[in-house]
């Protein structure tokens, strides 16, 4: 990569089929840019005639499935420059062996694919020359991986703590309806006192007050959301470094109403604590009523 990523944008990002536009563009949706790919050329200057600080987060993603687009871009570009000097084109390639490897283990087709996939690759190529010599930033992944991309692109926009960017989900549920399919941390709770069996509490959720109050009164309770709290906490610094933005921590109880609820919600308020985006959904709390 060339030229240091030290300003907020906007971006045009293009370059070579398979070279891992793609992946650049996610990784800069993923810290609030807003990423718009493959539309028609002449609505390009529309996107930029916003305001300017919308503009200041958009990336628009253009390449040769776009028509016409190795004879217009360079006009367009020099137009969106002169209304909007910040404007930065970013070209992303890599060498011909790399691309090829890449579309064979994808099994995806090239854009060019009336030909061979060699002469695809060197007709694309030698075709984006023009628009390569505009670019401010050539970013060149042939030694990268689509992971390591991800984390240069982070680091190079300031991302030096990438769990910073992610945000946690701590969903109760009950193990009757299924364990949510999205979950990327299970925790069975079942073991805990079940206020089910209180008359008083049968028809009360986890996060009434008379409920937290009962459940909180069992010393095992406690010991219980403190270990699986500081497991998660453990745990979430690895998956950030992993470059995962968003973890589901599912949290199951029988009927999903009362030990399930209450102990998402203390997990919660734990990792809020340490400095998480965390968002709590119940989701059968309010399935079952009892009599």
């Not at 190079?156 to 992610?166: F, H, N, S, T, V």
């Not at 010393?219 to 589901?248: C, F, I, M, N, W």
Request: glycine share 6%; net charge negative.
């Amino acid at each position: 990569m060339t030229g240091p990523l030290s300003y907020s944008g906007p971006f045009v990002i293009t370059g070579l089929s398979g070279s891992g536009k793609t992946v650049l563009s996610r990784s800069l949706e993923d810290i609030g840019y807003l990423c718009v790919d493959n539309i028609p050329l002449e609505l390009v200057p529309q996107l930029f005639s916003s305001s300017h600080d919308e503009m200041s987060r958009l990336v628009v993603v253009l390449d040769v499935r776009t028509r016409g687009f190795t004879d217009l871009l360079p006009a367009i570009y020099a137009e969106l420059k002169a209304g909007c000097p910040e404007l930065r084109l970013i070209f992303v390639e890599a060498s011909p062996g790399v691309l090829l490897r890449r579309f064979s283990v994808a099994r995806r087709p090239h854009p060019l694919r009336d030909r061979s996939l060699e002469k695809a690759i060197a007709e694309e190529q030698g075709s984006l020359q023009p628009v390569r010599a505009l670019a401010e930033m050539i970013v060149d992944t042939t030694a990268l991986s689509p992971h390591d991309l991800r984390r240069q692109v982070l680091s190079m926009a300031g991302i030096d703590e990438p769990q910073k960017l992610m945000s946690v989900e701590v969903q109760s549920f009950a193990y009757l309806q299924g364990v949510p399919p999205t979950a990327s941390l299970v925790f069975d709770v079942r073991f805990l006192p079940n206020p089910y069996f209180e008359e008083k509490l049968r028809a009360l959720p986890g996060d009434e007050p008379d409920v937290v109050q009962w459940l909180g009164g069992f010393a095992e309770v406690d010991e219980a959301v403190r270990r699986l709290s500081d497991l998660v906490l453990y745990l979430l610094p690895s998956y950030g470094q992993e470059l995962k933005t968003h973890l589901t921590v599912a949290v199951g109880c029988t009927g999903g109403r009362h030990r399930s609820v209450y102990v998402a919600d203390r997990m919660a308020r734990v990792m809020r604590e340490a400095g998480y985006e965390v968002v709590v959904h119940h989701r059968d709390r309010d399935r079952w009523r009892y009599p």
